[in-house]
């Protein structure tokens, strides 16, 4: 039977606030070693993704002042997301519709988690996932 997405996630996965500041989000980029987070909304809902790109290119490119920027100033649109009991399959599919190189895990509406290119090359082997990479970087 095919895993789901709660089953190949990485669990655990911490927010930034749609309040909080770019360079503490940056910080925390860097102390998780991670180069996306969530973007998280006082209601605990998920608001967008930030990377680390988006701190260089979409801020301080434009010469936006880091420490009164705000990450959810950054996060666009509604977030791409993945339900907690989908297949890995239907995540890959979604990553490669959207361009996309992680993917929330949303159980109901609460963030739990983060599928990324290379949790679904554990799970879907690196021939399949080299297709999603192609289309992404593409």
Do not use: F, W, Y
């Not at 959207?98 to 021939?127: C, F, M, T, W, Y």
């Amino acid at each position: 039977m095919a895993k789901t997405a709660r089953e190949i996630m990485s669990g655990g996965a911490e927010c930034v606030g749609e309040n909080e500041n770019l360079l503490d989000a940056a910080r925390k980029m860097k102390d998780l070693d991670v180069g996306a987070l969530p973007i998280c909304g006082e209601d605990d809902r998920l608001k967008g993704m930030l990377t680390d790109r988006d701190v260089v290119v979409k801020a301080l490119a434009e010469g936006k002042d880091s420490a009164q920027t705000t990450a959810g100033e950054l996060g666009q649109g509604k977030p791409v997301t993945i339900g907690a009991d989908d297949a890995a399959e239907e995540a890959l599919e979604t990553m490669r519709e959207h361009k996309v190189r992680r993917l929330p895990v949303i159980d109901g509406h609460r963030l739990i988690g983060i599928v990324s290119q290379g949790d679904l090359a554990k799970e879907l082997g690196n021939e399949r996932v080299g297709e999603l990479v192609e289309t992404v970087s593409g």
